[in-house]
């Protein structure tokens, strides 16, 4: 299990792009679920993408479809998510959450899972 960091936040006006990384610690994201979730202030976290690292699988909430891309660098050792045509509504804290599986066909929101300190992304009318 690794510890993820997250970067690469900030603020933008709507219609502007954005990429957050969220990296291994030094380490590798192997056979790992790796997630994107975010929280507005007074809102309920939710799961926006998630990537399996061993078989490439990639999931994408409805609300970021086609706007959003999640990858991972070939070591293994970053995943990204490139933000698009970036809305008011895409403002909040962004983590990243990771959890030990055999799939990622869920949410990695375990015991085992790990979460990062979270990145702010503004996006501005």
């Known amino acids: 299990q690794v510890q993820p960091v997250e970067s690469g936040g900030g603020s933008v006006q709507a219609g502007g792009s954005l990429r957050l990384a969220c990296t291994a610690s030094?380490?590798?994201?192997?056979?790992?679920?790796v997630a994107w979730f975010r929280q507005a202030p007074g809102k309920e976290r939710e799961g926006v993408a998630r990537?399996?690292?061993?078989?490439?699988?990639?999931y994408y909430d409805n609300s970021v479809k086609g706007r959003f891309f999640i990858s991972q660098d070939r070591a293994q050792s970053a995943v990204y998510l490139q933000m698009n045509s970036l809305k008011p509504e895409d403002t909040a804290m962004y983590y990243c959450?990771?959890?030990?599986?055999?799939?990622?066909?869920?949410?990695?929101?375990?015991?085992?899972?790990?979460w990062g300190q979270g990145t702010q992304v503004t996006v501005s009318s």
């Open positions: 030094g380490n590798r994201f192997i056979n790992t679920c």
């Open positions: 959450a990771t959890e030990y599986r055999h799939s990622c066909s869920v949410w990695p929101t375990g015991d085992d899972a790990y």
């Open positions: 990537i399996w690292t061993l078989g490439g699988n990639t």
